[in-house]
Each structure stands twice: as structure tokens, then as C-alpha cells.
């Protein structure tokens, strides 16, 4: 088992940066591929961002390339995503998520176990 608690969600206006961490407990953190995902009202949970085990690879969605960064410190057995330049559309609940696989996929039925979320609400 791998227990997941996110943290750093909150209340932004547009244009402001957010930085989430997923705090992870249990098994070996580092046999782990981490995701991002998110959940709007009344949308389905989305893919954000994936690091592979060592962090050496990082994969996006294209919503959020460019203004988001993925990062993983082992020996804190912490994930994160940095964001910048919020839009409304961002505005969601965050979910971490670990990926037993060698690759992390982007699909939510590629994940083993996942976090509670966090909030994220950017206004305008």
C-alpha cells in the first residue's frame, strides 16, 4: 500500500503560481511513477503531468506544457507541480497518483493508488 496526501492547494488569482506536493508513505517511493490529475465540476478527471520513478522523464498535457513542472525528491518521498500562470480553467481538484509501471501512463486506470486532492480555485 502507498497512502497519498496532497497539500498546497488554494485560492489564486489569474496570472498567480501555485506549487502542490503529494506526500507519499508506505512502499518504496521510488519504485513509483507519480501523476498529476485534476477534476472540474461536472468534467471528468484529466491527466496533468507524470514523472517517471527517477524523475528523468516528465510528460504533460498539452494544457498545462510550458506553464507547469512536474518534480519528484526520493529521499523526501515528495512529488510536485509547480504552476504558473493560472487561467480559470484551471480551477479543480488535484489528485496525486502513483503508477507501479516502468513508464507512467496518462490514462486514470494506469494508477495504482491515489490521494484524497487538493483544491485549486484561480479567479479572475
Known amino acids: 500500500q502507498v497512502q497519498l496526501v496532497e497539500s498546497g492547494g488554494g485560492l489564486v488569482q489569474v496570472g498567480g503560481s501555485l506549487r502542490l506536493s503529494c506526500a507519499a508513505s508506505?512502499?518504496?517511493?521510488?519504485?513509483?511513477?507519480m501523476g498529476w490529475f485534476r477534476q472540474a465540476p461536472g468534467k471528468e478527471r484529466e491527466f496533468v503531468a507524470a514523472?517517471?520513478?527517477?524523475?528523468?522523464?516528465?510528460y504533460y498535457a498539452d494544457s498545462v506544457k510550458g506553464r507547469s513542472t512536474i518534480s519528484r525528491d526520493n529521499a523526501k518521498n515528495t512529488a510536485y507541480l509547480q504552476m504558473n500562470s493560472l487561467k480559470p480553467e484551471d480551477t479543480a481538484v488535484y489528485y496525486c497518483?502513483?503508477?507501479?509501471?516502468?513508464?507512467?501512463?496518462?490514462?486514470?486506470?494506469?494508477?495504482?493508488?491515489w490521494g484524497q486532492g487538493t483544491q485549486v480555485t484561480v479567479s479572475s
Open positions: 514523472i517517471s520513478r527517477t524523475g528523468y522523464n516528465t
Open positions: 508506505g512502499r518504496t517511493f521510488s519504485a513509483y511513477g
Open positions: 497518483a502513483a503508477d507501479s509501471r516502468v513508464r507512467p501512463g496518462r490514462r486514470n486506470d494506469e494508477y495504482d493508488y
